[in-house]
C-alpha cells in the first residue's frame, strides 16, 4: 500500500489494556455503589471516550459522566497505566514499516499525557514520530485527534491511513477524508467494522503489515 503516513489507535491495536482500563472503570463505578463482578462486561470501554461510554453504557448524564470520568482517572493513573501489554508481533510490524520509509504516529483518544507514558514504558517510542491525543478539557472525539495528528505534522490526507479497532476510529477517519484499516485481533467486532464501512479489515497482525507494506 503506498501510504506513507500510518497513524495508529493506541487500545486495541498496538497494546491489550483490559485490565488496567477495565479495573479503572469498576473502580470508579464503585463509587456510584454499582457492583460490577465480571470486567468483561467492561470491555466495550476500551476505545470509545470515557464520558461517551458512561452515558451510553450505565445512562449517567454529561455531570455524573465528567466526574465519573475524574474517578476513572484516580485510579488508573496510579494502578491502571501500566495494566496493560504490547501485542506480540507489533514491534516486528512496526519496525518493518519503519524500514520501509513510513512515518509512524499514534492517534488515540486516550489522554495524551498517557498515551506518551504508556508508549515511553513499553518501549514502543522509538517507532513514532509522534503521539496525539485527547485533552482534559479540550479535543476528546476521535476525529478531532486525527485532525489534531494531521495539522501538527503538516501531512497530506492522500498519503495518511488510520489503522485501529473501533467504529470510532473509522468514523473519525472518514470524517478527517482518510482511509481506515479495522483490525479484528482487539476489541472491535467485524460487525461493528463493517457496519460503518471499514475500508479494509485484517484478521491479525501479520496481515496489517502484509497489507501496509
Known amino acids: 500500500m503506498n501510504k506513507k503516513y500510518i497513524l495508529f489507535d493506541l487500545d486495541g491495536t498496538l497494546t491489550d489494556p483490559m485490565k488496567g482500563i477495565t479495573k479503572s472503570v469498576r473502580y470508579a463505578l464503585n463509587y456510584y455503589g454499582i457492583e460490577v463482578n465480571d470486567l468483561n462486561d467492561l470491555l466495550p470501554f476500551i476505545g470509545p471516550p470515557l464520558r461517551d461510554s458512561f452515558q451510553e453504557f450505565y445512562g449517567f448524564d454529561a455531570l455524573k459522566a465528567e466526574e465519573a470520568v475524574v474517578k476513572y482517572r484516580e485510579y488508573f493513573s496510579t494502578k491502571g497505566i501500566f ?13 518493518t514499516l519503519k524500514d ?9 483518544s486516550k489522554p495524551e499525557k498517557f498515551a506518551k507514558e504508556i508508549i515511553e514504558h513499553f518501549g514502543l517510542a522509538k517507532y513514532f514520530d ?30 495518511a491511513i488510520m489503522v485501529g479497532d473501533r467504529k470510532h476510529d473509522v468514523i473519525g477517519a472518514h470524517e478527517n477524508d482518510l482511509p481506515c484499516i479495522g483490525v479484528l485481533y482487539g476489541y472491535g467486532t467485524k460487525e461493528e467494522l463493517m457496519a460503518c464501512n471499514s475500508d479494509y479489515l485484517v484478521a491479525d497482525i501479520n496481515a496489517l503489515q502484509e497489507l501496509l507494506g
Do not use: H
Request: glycine share 10%; net charge negative; proline share 2%.
Open 83 to 95: 495494566d496493560n501489554k504490547v501485542y506480540p508481533g507489533i514491534e516486528v510490524c512496526l519496525q
Open 100 to 108: 520501509q520509509g513510513k512515518v509512524l504516529l499514534v492517534a488515540t
Open 130 to 159: 509522534f503521539v496525539g491525543g485527547s485533552e482534559f478539557n479540550g479535543r476528546e472525539k476521535k476525529a478531532e485527534v486525527i485532525d489534531y495528528v494531521l495539522t501538527a505534522n503538516m501531512i497530506d490526507k492522500d498519503e
